[in-house]
């Protein structure tokens, strides 16, 4: 049985989906898996192929999603967006990580994107 973190995290995936597709992004892939790690959700967005990190947060104590996007879970994302793109031979695609915060407080949800968040270098 879930967690109260996991289903906070399932549920900010869900509200950033939404949050995407208003943005023009089109999913592709939820919660792509591989022994190299997870990446949340994969889409298209003008061409690009776009791995999403997604963080939420109910409680600003904890500090902003996106500090959460460390150089270690960079990495991570990296990995598993480097094995899905010879999984899915897109080789000759431009690839993109972007991550998306979303702030569940006090019955409030707001979605905020970086594009461009970090780089395979």
Known sequence: MPDDRQLLGAEGERVAERFLRRQGYKL???NYRCPSGEIDLIA????TVV???VKTRAQAGYGSPFEA????KQRQVIRAAQRYVVEHRLH?????FDV???WAVE???????IQHAFDIS
Do not use: A, M, T, W
Not at 107 to 113: P, V
């Open 28 to 30: 592709l892939e939820r």
């Open 44 to 47: 298209l967005h003008r061409g």
């Open 51 to 53: 791995f999403i990190e």
């Open 69 to 72: 996007v460390d150089r270690r």
């Open 92 to 96: 000759d695609r431009d690839l993109r």
């Open 100 to 102: 998306v915060g979303v």
């Open 107 to 113: 019955g409030e949800i707001r979605c905020e994107l």
